[in-house]
């Protein structure tokens, strides 16, 4: 399956973390994670990748290159301004090739099956499937509300409410034609504004729900959080310690882009 990783995001509040780095390069155990999350998609079987990148695209680019070092093939999609989650998404349509395409967040990891998650996507016939994620405690988060395999509505985060349900885990399928449907050029978000008028249309949204590891390290106690787990080894990202990619490359390679 081809993949979509949204990497342009700003990382505003891990700034003093990452200086002029971009929020998917941040160090987990001295290697950026998107190298690791790279390695793992590629043990994964999901090896041919389209970086959607914005902030801080020279640093990615001049570290991944043709992605060949990480076992994947990379194309880039740049935005010439930030475009929002969902409007990255629609400037990388014409890098898209395949009926289906599996779209994930940069700045989060959540252990999924992505072959099981793809026949689901498949077997309920609609043009998007998203993956939620049971919570003991949802209170940092928007909820999900979910009734038998589908998505009934959003809720906003709500810091007074622990009790546990889904929230959503930053892993999206998407029929290529669904894509199509986002406005170009414009600035808006998927997880605000993309789905929930998806759904207030009168589109079902099947939702794969899943209790793996999850974390979205969007913050320095998130963050801290997930660099701990790593190195108590609760983290199930494939290919850990995987030395063919201890160095970045330095050929300058050709790469198809969009703008």
Known sequence: M??????????TRLRSELGPMPKAMVSI????????????????NVRSIVLAVS??????????????????????CREAEPLGTAGALRNALPLIQKEHVLVMNGDSFL??????????HENHGEELTIVGVNRADCRDFGRLQVSGRYLT?????????GSHGYINGGIYVFNRTLVEKILPGVVQS?????????????????AYLVSQYFIDFGT???????????AQGLVPLRGLSSERCA??????VDRKVTN
Do not use: C, M
């Open 247 to 252: 160095q970045p490359l330095t050929s300058n």
């Open 111 to 120: 252990d999924v099956n992505y072959e099981t998650l793809l026949r689901f």
């Open 55 to 76: 902030y801080g695209r020279e640093l990615i680019e001049g570290h991944f290159n043709d992605g060949a070092a990480f076992g994947v093939s990379i194309q880039y």
């Open 190 to 206: 998927l997880e605000t504004r993309f789905f929930p008028s998806w759904l207030a249309a009168g589109n079902r949204i099947p």
């Open 2 to 11: 081809d993949a979509i990783i949204l990497v342009g995001g700003l990382g």
């Open 153 to 161: 509505s959003f809720v906003e985060k709500d810091h007074s409410d």
């Open 220 to 230: 320095p106690g998130r963050l801290t959080q997930f660099r701990q787990d790593f």
């Open 29 to 44: 155990a001295g290697r950026p994670f998107l190298e690791r999350l790279l390695i793992h998609l590629s043990l994964s």
